[in-house]
């Protein structure tokens, strides 16, 4: 690394500023932006690489510049106890091919472009496939410990969870890949934000202005890998982009997660895809408390859900992103997911045993009239539907229910009934993301490339499109977030 209080380089900042607020994607006046420039630091760093966010993408590409020679800074706005920002909180499972073999990756693309509804990544999609399973062995032989791949029917895709378990193997793999980087030589510049990119005459990005308890300070280097993950946690954004009401969603994440990288890319040319809509996002109806692990995703195709007036409202085995995004439309913005002691036994008692383990509370009755009481639904109406859409049943599926359900059709039937309640729409990951072509290079809106800019992971591509196969995200990290490190060492 090296120092200077002088700098080197014929250099300019460029217009837009994290946190400027209202600067943020043209929403209004540049001079507003302008104003919001912070000042020429007195100290400036030098490296080859300078990679934003320490999460799976960034701690991907902070990884391989290194060993691909390069000097590298890793800046996280967070403190060191938080590093890995939502890939620390995840389930910690990666989605790989069923097998290594050309028909194997052909059919994990195609799950993933149909699960997409053809608007999904291709591109991305195939360096998935391709590379996922040696990029986990690299991952792997860095000391971070991996379960055995499961299969996940009825995709065609596996997934490979991080040790020890679901949820309590991020903080472990993100122990060891801090030592790992520090072992590198990374430098690991905590509780420092990056709040502007830096370009030079020829348009190049040359470094990142950042924030720390020092000041402001210079990162500069060859390249720059933006890996600063989603903006879930930014109301304005989602209330912008997504719908008017998307901001009094829960945030199932961090709330780092403000698509600070959107805004400077945006700022320095890069275009952005895959924002409008709720098509952009990932819904999930959770446990208000335990907004993360408390979730039953598992038992949703399979239960009903009946909404506070008492009534259905979705096709349940659309599974839970389509549940989920149906929830914001209900009364009050919430649900309950009612099964029955023969559910219980056959899909939700996993899901029960996490509530239970998070202290979180699951409703048990005897009567059906006892359960709608409990979640506070009008008694009349709420058995009225269940009674109704148990009269529907046929051959698995309830094609006369109100709403009809498709497949996965279970009469709830035997006591005890039960209800996770009230469940309230989350916002997982987000889809809109900074446009990269497949080296990781970030591309203004009409495709030429931002020179010396990069982007990997949540934020970058855009990859997904109203749904993902579960492990797609953390799986899109690592092996984009090494191909925009390799390059951006190159
Ligand atoms: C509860 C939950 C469970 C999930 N489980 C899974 C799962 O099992 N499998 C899966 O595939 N996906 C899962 N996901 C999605 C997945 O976790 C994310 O998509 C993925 O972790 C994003 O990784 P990333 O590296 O792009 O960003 P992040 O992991 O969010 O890292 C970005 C980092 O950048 C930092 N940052 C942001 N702005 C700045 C700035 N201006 N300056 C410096 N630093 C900055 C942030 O603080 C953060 O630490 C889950 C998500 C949630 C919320």
Not at 171 to 176: D, G, I, L, Q, V
Not at 266 to 271: C, M, P, R, S
Request: charged share 20%; hydrophobic share 45%.
């Amino acid at each position: 690394m090296t120092m200077s209080s002088k700098p080197g380089l014929t250099r300019r900042s460029v217009l837009g500023s994290v946190g400027a607020g209202v600067g943020a994607f043209g929403l209004a006046g540049a001079s507003v932006v302008e104003a919001s420039l912070l000042p020429e630091p007195e100290r400036m760093e030098s490296f080859d690489v300078v990679v934003v966010g320490s999460g799976m993408a960034g701690c991907a590409a902070a990884l391989q510049a290194s060993e691909s020679g390069a000097r590298v800074v890793l800046l996280e706005k967070l403190d060191e106890n938080r590093m890995g920002g939502n890939s620390l909180l995840a389930g910690g499972s990666y989605s790989v091919p069923l097998g290594t073999s050309q028909a194997a990756r052909d059919d994990y693309v195609a799950d993933y472009v149909s699960y997409c509804l053809g608007r999904g990544n291709e591109t991305i999609f195939r360096l998935m496939a391709e590379h996922i399973h040696g990029d986990l062995d690299w991952l792997g032989s860095r000391g971070v410990e991996l379960l055995a791949a499961e299969e996940r029917p009825p995709n065609r895709v596996a997934t490979v969870q991080t040790a020890p378990a679901a949820f309590a193997g991020m903080p472990r793999a993100f122990r060891t890949l801090k030592g790992v980087l520090s072992e590198a030589g990374v430098a690991l510049m905590f509780e420092t934000k990056a709040r502007q990119l830096i370009m030079d005459e020829s348009g190049a990005v040359v470094g990142v202005r950042a924030l720390g308890a020092d000041g402001v300070a210079d990162y500069l280097g060859r390249a720059v890998v933006i890996a600063t993950g989603g903006y879930a946690a930014n109301s304005q954004i989602l209330e912008g982009y997504s719908d008017p009401n998307a901001g009094a969603m829960m945030v199932r994440g961090v709330k780092s997660a403000t698509g600070d990288g959107h805004v400077m890319a945006q700022a320095a040319g890069a275009g952005l895809k895959g924002m409008g809509g709720l098509m952009a996002l990932h819904v999930a109806a959770v446990d208000g408390i335990e907004t993360a692990a408390g979730q039953p995703a598992r038992v949703v195709p399979y239960a009903i859900s009946i909404n506070q007036d008492g009534r259905r409202f979705v096709d349940e085995s659309r599974g839970y992103v389509a549940h989920g995004k149906a929830v914001l439309e209900q009364p009050g913005q919430a649900t309950s997911l009612i099964f029955d002691q023969a559910l219980r036994e056959s899909v939700a008692e996993g899901v029960i045993g996490t509530f239970e383990r998070l202290g979180r509370p699951f409703h048990q009755a005897n009567t059906l009239e006892d359960l709608a009481e409990l979640v506070g639904a009008p008694v009349d109406e709420f058995v009225r539907t269940v009674e109704n859409f148990n009269a529907a049943v046929e051959d698995g599926a309830a094609p006369g229910a109100n709403p009809p359900k498709a497949k996965l059709a279970n009469r709830i039937e035997t006591p005890p009934f039960y209800a996770f309640s009230p469940l309230v729409p989350g916002v997982t990951l987000t889809f809109g993301a900074v446009m990269i072509d497949a080296d990781a290079r970030v591309l203004e809106p009409d495709g030429r490339v931002v020179p010396g800019l990069y982007a990997a992971g949540e934020g970058a591509g855009p990859v997904f499109f109203h749904d993902y196969i579960g492990g797609g995200a953390l799986t899109n990290c690592l092996v984009m977030g090494r191909i925009a490190g390799r390059n951006a060492s190159a």
